[in-house]
């Protein structure tokens, strides 16, 4: 139950991450103004961990509508030129 509770979690924090880099580079803006500074947040990189790397670079390749680099079954990347998304096999990092 942890696990998937840890899961759902870290797949709506990439979620998140993944609209607001959409949103970013197409230029859409759904942040309320910033103070006196007037620049917003950007989120450069963002890091997930799955027991299905494969399965969720597939989901992300849909969404971002880019391919995945592998680095063997563990790892996969999205440069998505504003920044990189990152999945990592759990079991390989001790989850």
Do not use: H, W
């Not at 696990?3 to 580079?25: D, E, H, K, N, P």
């Not at 961990?49 to 670079?57: C, E, G, K, W």
């Amino acid at each position: 139950m942890k696990q998937t509770i840890l899961g759902a979690g870290l797949f709506i924090v990439g979620l998140a991450g993944v609209i607001a880099l959409s949103q970013a580079r197409s230029g859409v803006s759904t942040a309320a103004p910033a103070a006196a500074s007037g620049q917003y947040p950007v989120l450069i990189n963002t890091c997930l961990i799955s027991n299905d790397v494969r399965a969720l670079a597939a989901f992300y390749q849909l969404v971002l509508r880019i391919p995945p680099k592998f680095d063997g079954e563990g790892y996969a990347e999205f440069n998505t030129g504003a920044g990189v998304l990152t999945i990592f096999d759990a079991r390989a990092r001790g989850y």
